[in-house]
């Protein structure tokens, strides 16, 4: 599958009383997706992607946690998190931040909120589970903060020593169990081993119907533009309702999309619409309105290329805040999406290194050495699936810590009625409308 130009956002930001993590969530927060995002979209640029931004910020921030000296400073650096009071960064922030996403999310399924639709479902889940090696000592403060964060349930005993595949069949299941059984296997042969003293993963799973689900018989095969310029026809959802609506011009500044046009006038007159540069942006809402998906087209003449060069904190936030409610035409593709990132790879791409270099990695948050600590796995799976009904997500990111000897080097890095047509290219995000947490991310190049 390709990315569409389009691309998809989540949410209309509800207001909420100033919390501490206000500011990060609208600055460094979004700084940090847009800088991963452009990684990641670079590491695969003819391909659709899908990652989860909330995941792999939970499971740095609990690296982060064992981490000092360089190693956690490149940690906050990639985090964007605001400059520490003391000689290592403070990751409270974040878990604070995740924390307040998890429970406004994972609150019970509030039907009553929209009369008349009883069979919709909004269902979130994030859980951490942190596997230590019996016999292994790891500081109290680490494993404290982590089961302030996640629950004292997070917190079991394994063998990697002398069970490194048991340990790994049993942590999958666990996995499969908590996404409903759409991740099986997703640790990989291997992951753990003998050497493995400590294990982290981030499990995240959203059900979500749309607020008002599309109608399956008005979708119909249309046209899509790839990104290799072929077209191609997929199934395209269709509908008019009332959605948030806006528009920006290349320089990120909003564009005036007329509220009245003259009768007789064309909704498709290209004086509607932002030239080659601009985008528009819809943002369809999930049952309850806890959290939403914005859709962000880049205008006709533009690439989602050109469009994700330019992403940064002001324009995403701008994406994610921005606009008035019309009666919208719009036209969706269903598609599907899988995200499977070696983050080894990756996050050398982003400033961390030393976690992974036995000789530079400290990790002395986690264990006082010796052994010397290094990360010697680090990964991200999921999958996702966009159709009338609504969005399925179900996502992990895990990393291991080994003792001993590491790889020698880091890896090398490498009234109007608008029309929304989505038949190119497209970004994606989905995010809390409340907190602002940035929950899935992706690119559509080809349905």
């Not at 000592?137 to 917190?155: E, I, N, R, S």
């Not at 999309?257 to 007159?269: F, I, R």
Request: a neutral charge.
């Amino acid at each position: 599958m390709n990315l569409l130009r389009a691309a998809l956002i989540l949410p209309c930001l509800a207001v909420a009383a100033e919390r501490p993590f206000d500011d990060y969530a609208r600055g460094g927060n979004l700084e940090f997706v847009a800088h991963a995002h452009r990684a990641l979209a670079a590491a695969k640029p003819e391909e659709n992607s899908f990652w989860a931004p909330a995941s792999l910020q939970a499971a740095l921030a609990a690296l982060g946690e064992g981490s000092r000296t360089i190693s956690a400073k490149e940690i906050s650096d990639l985090l964007r998190l605001p400059a520490p009071k003391g000689p290592d960064p403070d990751f409270a922030l974040l878990h604070a931040f995740n924390r307040a996403t998890a429970e406004h999310l994972g609150a019970p399924d509030l039907s009553a909120a929209e009369p008349g639709s009883p069979d919709l479902v909004f269902a979130y889940r994030a859980a951490g589970h942190l596997w230590v090696q019996e016999g292994f000592v790891v500081k109290d403060a680490f494993v404290a903060t982590l089961k302030g964060a996640y629950g004292p349930a997070m917190l079991r005993k394994a063998d990697f020593r002398r069970h490194a595949e048991s340990v790994r069949a049993e942590a999958n299941q666990l996995i499969e169990k908590e996404t409903e059984g759409i991740l099986k296997e997703a640790l990989p042969v291997g992951f753990f081993d003998e050497s493995t003293r400590v294990a982290f993963a981030h499990v995240v799973h959203l059900r979500a119907d749309w607020s008002q689900p599309f109608n399956a018989s008005d979708t119909r095969p249309a046209p899509f533009v790839g990104v290799d310029d072929e077209t191609r026809h997929v199934p395209t959802m269709t509908d008019r309702r009332r959605l948030r609506y806006a528009a920006f011009d290349a320089d990120g500044r909003p564009f005036p999309t007329p509220k009245l046009v003259p009768y007789a006038n064309d909704d498709g007159d290209a004086r509607h619409y932002p030239t080659a540069g601009g985008c528009q942006v819809v943002t369809i809402p999930y049952h309850g309105r806890r959290a939403s998906m914005v859709v962000v087209l880049p205008a006709r003449g533009g690439t989602l290329a050109a469009l994700e060069a330019r992403l940064n904190a002001p324009r995403l936030d701008a994406m994610l805040r921005s606009g008035d409610e019309y009666r919208c035409l719009v036209r969706l593709p269903k598609f599907k999406a899988k995200a499977d990132w070696d983050l080894v790879t990756i996050l050398p791409k982003l400033g961390v290194t030393s976690v992974f270099d036995v000789s530079r990695a400290d990790l002395s948050g986690i264990a006082a050495p010796p052994p010397p600590l290094y990360v010697s796995g680090f990964l991200q799976k999921g999958e996702l699936e966009v159709n009338e009904r609504g969005t399925i997500a179900a996502v992990v990111t895990a990393f291991g810590v080994a003792a001993g000897v590491g790889r020698a080097d880091p890896p090398k890095s490498r009234p109007f009625v608008p029309r929304f047509v989505a038949d190119r290219p497209f970004l994606y995000l989905i995010t809390d409308d409340q907190t602002g947490q940035v929950l899935f991310m992706g690119r559509v190049l080809r349905p």
